[in-house]
């Protein structure tokens, strides 16, 4: 990969994090209420709430609030929760590797179920069995996630009893160690499923339809008359250029994933930055909400970056645009 | 056709489905199978569950005929013995879910006592469960579904909100315990202060409360005691109560509070020896007659006096800010702040107090808090054993958990921030842009719109209040009968509340000078436009905008906009945070509002708050909310808290009640009881308080 192209590409991404920087900013000042009042509490007398406006840095003018605000951003620093009065950074990381746990489980899920059955699908273009795999994915990828993740609390827990319904381990046991692992992966087992069902139909197609176009090419053909095996041809030469597109669907999943996981957390209870959001939401907490916009902005281009970068080094092509 | 489609196939050489429609065919034929699966199985399941149920119910009702009449609970050979159960009333043997009846037929016919069922219906004081004697069942964490995320405040006496109750009141005692009809106790006062043991003198101004002794903090060590004093009732007073919590600060003025200094002078506390109890003399300027319903933990927590914590902003004038005494997490409860984020994010911890003052209690080894943001995940929760108690069984769900005899459910008019409440529609009686002084000096309504009684009356006629509570709750609650709480002293439910009837209210807008030309506003059609109206230009439409500050309100403002639009009333929802709502209420920008006001157990604790003038806020705190102004109605709750007979004290809250019906400075939705679900084998839940867990215990 030439230097060159890494450069080039590192500048494309200054722009848009200083507009997402910027539009944060305008939606921070822009949110109803008075932040220094929020944050002294209701009951605050006016020298408090004048303190806590001086603390805000609410009184500086607004370009140098702007500048304070972008420089606080380079250090991590995402103003401080109204209804928590702790960094929102804290309360952020205290709910990330939940959902990290919760999204990444499902990824690597839906990865791996999606090219299985791509790769099996793209080897049997027709057939009945094939043609039902691909009704599934089309009904798994349009139903949507918060049904059917109300449908797996019913059936699978609290009809059929095999797995816990709601959040990321058991309150009461207790567990540390090897339990406490356990306990969490019973308890990640119906979520993780739930969220990577509809990932799963997705990478399946796409997978599915890159193999079948790279077994229509003239160098599978080639292969083929030269006496390489079906399975040969696929492993060594169709699949490798098939999975082009899914190194750019994979990355630009992550940033609906975090998105998705909201509704999915919210009904499991599951205690990630999704369900922190919409806590937040409920409590008025802008800062916080405002942390997680900017977060997620951050995590797609960020993601955008890596899958551009992963796609130029397996395709030389791209780089030598 | 047929025929015409069969020479076809046979034409080309081709018979039969094609793939596509065996497909369809196949998808089809599988749904409908899924559906009678599921429909059928557990058919035989739900049989046995009916028999099962039908026998529970049949033990727990001879279990609390035998207590209404004995004060106990019985085994099964002594309720047969008694005639409480009748012979051959049990059909076999049977389990379920960790509820099991075993039954046997003794020689005379009657059950026998092989019985190990367990039940705890609506906290009865029997731990284990009816039909079993023995020992407590101790220890163990009890895993509670909350309603609200914690935040910041941990103090329950720098704040009314529901969350803070629901999670850490039973850290905390107060001076005085209530029961559920608002009767006194003992609590950290040894004796209930009345007339006839001295403790209230003066006609009602002066009380006397002699303090428990040896009553430790959480803080305390063998090395160093921290005992409960008398200081600490005065500086708890006098730094967090008088000034911060909503419904306390009510009797500031008559206690001669200094707020500028938070200095309450006529506080006069005397500690005992050894910084160990005392006595703490209350002066109140003239008689303050519901001082004792404003003692127990929900209205007047303790804590340690100079608890003032590191939090920002810092106080000013020797008193602690807001933010500084809401971090406050040290009491004398039965429970003592563990930990939060432990075991998940969000969670929160409270363990047993080993050294409480009630000797015994509490039986459970720690209370683990998980909050729930969605009802269904909380319900869930309890029906699947992930939690043990949730604070609010959603309201379509109370039927079915009362129909299983594996949990218990407890209706009570207490929320987690205060008993008996309400919701009430806000008619803001100023002007948009009106600050918060002139409110306070002015006297008549001049809200361009709402300041017209007849549109206030009108408003209210047009609300079908049946449906709001039907809708919006599910049928949980009663329709408001009157402005007070009927559970609370001096409920005049007599005063008839304007009734829903749309032909009045359209009269009524009629009259007001609302009978121009209809017009579409938004989505809402047929609006009424001003004519020959007094301030407003003829043509202008009747939009009252509803600022809405919590979701909770989603489907009760549904219905109320439907029923004005109904009438011609145009209203827009703003979806508002509470912290922005500090501000509109500052500068009055809004129309209507909504609160679920707490009543208290006494008029003048959570009534007065709303309609007396010296309420309106200077800081944005929703207390009068209306910007009402009446000095007759002040008059009659100044004289009301100085009158110790209860039939003048109930005259004038009576007069009280009348002259709001008339002013309708709001409108009286519903009165909103919650209910509370549990497991059964989870017993002595004392759900009206938020030391609700003080002596509950669960069995297995």
Redesign the interface.
């Known amino acids: 990969m030439t230097r060159r192209f890494v450069v080039r590409r590192l500048l494309q991404v200054v722009p848009t994090v200083l507009g997402i920087v910027t539009l944060t900013f305008v939606l921070v000042h822009a949110?109803?209420?008075?932040p220094a009042?929020?944050?002294?509490?209701?009951?605050?007398?006016q020298?408090?709430i004048d303190?806590?406006r001086t603390?805000l840095g609410l009184d500086r003018p607004l370009p140098s609030q702007y500048a304070t605000y972008a420089a606080n951003l380079l250090t991590g620093d995402l103003g401080t929760s109204?209804?928590?009065?702790?960094p929102v950074r804290t309360v952020i990381a205290?709910?990330l590797p939940?959902t990290l746990l919760l999204t990444g489980s499902a990824l690597a899920l839906s990865t791996a179920a999606g090219l299985a059955l791509g790769v099996w699908a793209g080897r049997r273009a027709r057939g009945?069995a094939a043609?039902?795999v691909n009704?599934a994915a089309v009904l798994s990828y349009s139903l949507p996630g918060f049904w059917l993740a109300?449908l797996a609390?019913l059936l699978v827990?609290?009809?059929l009893?095999w797995l816990?319904?709601?959040?990321?381990?058991?309150?009461?046991a207790?567990y540390t160690g090897t339990a406490a692992v356990v306990d969490t992966a019973r308890h990640l087992v119906l979520p993780a499923l739930v969220l990577a069902v509809s990932e799963v139909a997705l990478l399946f197609r796409v997978t599915r339809a890159g193999l079948l176009g790279e077994r229509g090419r003239e160098y599978v053909r080639t292969a083929l008359a030269k006496g390489a095996s079906d399975r040969e041809v696929v492993r060594r030469h169709a699949l490798p250029n098939a999975l082009l597109p899914v190194v750019t669907v994979v990355g630009s999943r992550v940033g609906f994933l975090v998105s998705g996981a909201v509704l999915v957390e919210?009904?499991?209870?599951w205690?990630?930055v999704g369900?922190?959001l919409?806590?937040a939401g409920?409590?008025?907490d802008?800062p916080v909400i405002l942390g997680m916009v900017l977060l997620v902005a951050l995590a797609v281009v960020v993601t955008n970056l890596v899958t551009d970068l992963v796609y130029a080094w397996v395709d030389p092509r791209i780089r030598h645009r | 056709m047929i025929d015409r489609m069969g020479r076809l196939r046979r034409g080309t050489g081709q018979g039969g489905f094609t793939?596509i429609e065996?497909?369809v065919v196949i998808?089809i034929l599988g749904i409908l199978a899924g559906v009678v699966v599921f429909s059928v199985s557990?058919v035989t399941d739900k049989g046995e569950s009916a028999a099962f149920q039908t026998d529970a119910r049949t033990l727990r009702t001879a279990q609390e005929a035998y207590f209404a009449k004995f004060g106990e609970y019985a085994d099964v050979q002594t309720l047969a013995d008694e005639g409480f159960l009748a012979g051959g009333t049990f059909t076999g043997n049977r389990t379920e879910k960790g509820n099991t009846i075993v039954l046997g037929t003794g020689p005379s016919g009657k059950p026998n006592s092989a019985y190990t069922i367990t039940c705890g219906e609506n906290g009865s004081p029997v731990p284990g469960g009816c039909g079993t004697a023995g020992t407590v069942a101790r220890g163990?964490?009890l895993?509670v579904g909350e309603t609200?995320?914690s935040?910041?405040t941990t103090n329950v006496a720098?704040s009314t909100g529901g969350g803070t109750h629901a999670w850490w009141e039973t850290m905390y005692n107060g001076l005085i315990e209530l029961d559920e009809a608002g009767n006194p106790s003992p609590e950290l006062a040894a004796v209930v202060p009345t007339v006839g043991n001295g403790g209230i003198t003066n006609g009602g101004a002066t009380y006397t409360l002699t303090l428990r002794q040896n009553v430790e903090w959480h803080d305390s060590t063998t090395a160093s005691p921290h005992f409960f004093n008398a200081e600490d009732v005065k500086w708890t007073f006098e730094k967090v109560l008088l000034?911060?919590h909503a419904r306390t600060r009510g009797m500031a003025a008559t206690l001669g509070y200094d707020s500028a200094n938070c200095r309450a002078d006529n506080i006069v506390a005397t500690n005992g020896a050894g910084s160990n109890g005392g006595t703490v003399v209350f002066n109140f300027n003239s008689p303050y007659i519901p001082f004792l319903k404003q003692l127990n933990v929900t209205e007047a927590a303790m804590n340690p006096a100079n608890s003032v914590s590191g939090?920002?902003?810092?106080?000013?004038n020797g008193c602690p800010?807001?933010?500084q005494?809401?971090?406050v997490k040290v009491g004398t409860g039965p429970f003592k702040f563990d930990s939060i984020?432990s075991?998940?994010?969000?969670?929160g911890k409270v363990v047993r107090n080993p050294k409480y003052w009630k000797s015994g209690l509490p039986y459970l080894d720690a209370i683990?808090m998980?909050?729930?943001?969605?009802d269904?995940?909380?319900y869930?929760?309890l029906?699947?054993g992930?939690?043990d108690f949730v604070w609010d069984v959603p309201n379509p769900n109370v039927a079915a958990l009362d129909a299983n005899p594996a949990f218990g459910i407890a209706a009570t008019q207490s929320l987690g921030g205060g008993p008996n409440s309400v919701d009430q529609v806000i008619f803001n009686l100023k002007a948009s842009g009106s600050t918060v002084a002139s409110v306070a000096n002015g006297t008549a309504p001049d809200h361009p719109v709402l300041g017209n009684v007849n549109v206030r009356r009108a408003i209210f006629h047009a609300i079908n209040r049946d449906d709001y509570l039907n809708i919006g709750r599910n049928g949980i609650g009663n329709v408001s009968r009157s402005p007070i709480s009927s559970q609370v002293f001096g409920a005049a439910t007599d005063i008839p509340l304007p009734a829903f009837s749309v032909s009045t209210a359209n009269s009524l807008l009629d009259g007001a000078g609302w009978n121009g030309p209809r017009v579409t506003v938004g989505s809402t059609p047929n609006v009424r436009t001003a004519l020959g109206h007094p301030t407003l230009a003829d043509g202008t439409p009747l939009t009252i905008r509803f600022l809405q500050g919590s979701?909770i309100f989603t489907d009760r403002l549904a219905v109320i906009k439907a029923n004005l639009a109904a009438v011609g009333i145009d209203m827009p929802i703003t979806v508002?945070?509470?912290?922005?709502n500090?501000?509109v209420f500052t500068n009055r920008d809004f129309d209507l509002y909504i609160i679920n006001y707490a009543n208290g157990y006494d008029p003048h604790v959570g009534v007065r708050r709303q309609y007396h003038s010296d309420q309106i806020s200077t800081?944005?705190?929703p207390n009068n909310a209306a910007g009402y102004r009446n000095p007759a109605v002040d008059a009659d709750f100044d004289q009301a808290v100085q009158t110790l007979d209860t039939t003048a004290r109930a005259a004038l809250y009576r007069d009280f009640q009348q002259r709001v019906v008339n002013d309708l400075p709001y409108a009286w939705m519903i009165e909103t009881p919650n209910v509370r679900g549990f497991r059964a084998t989870c017993t002595g839940f004392r759900v009206w308080t938020g030391l609700f867990a003080e002596s509950a215990s669960c069995a297995g």
């Open positions: 949110a109803p209420g008075d009042l929020d944050f002294a509490g209701e009951g605050a007398d020298a408090q303190a806590a603390y109204f209804t928590q009065r702790r205290d709910r939940a009945a043609g039902t009704v109300q609390v827990a609290l009809r009893g816990p319904a709601t959040g990321l381990n058991d309150a009461r207790g919210t009904v499991f209870n205690p990630g369900r922190l919409v806590e409920q409590a008025g802008h | 793939l065996l497909l998808v557990g163990g964490t895993v609200f995320a935040n910041a720098s000034r911060l939090a920002f902003p810092v106080g000013t800010s807001q933010a005494a809401d971090a984020n075991p998940s994010a969000g969670d683990l998980r909050p729930f943001t969605a269904a995940a909380r869930n929760a029906v699947n992930d939690v979701g508002n945070t509470t912290n922005a500090t501000q800081t944005g705190t």
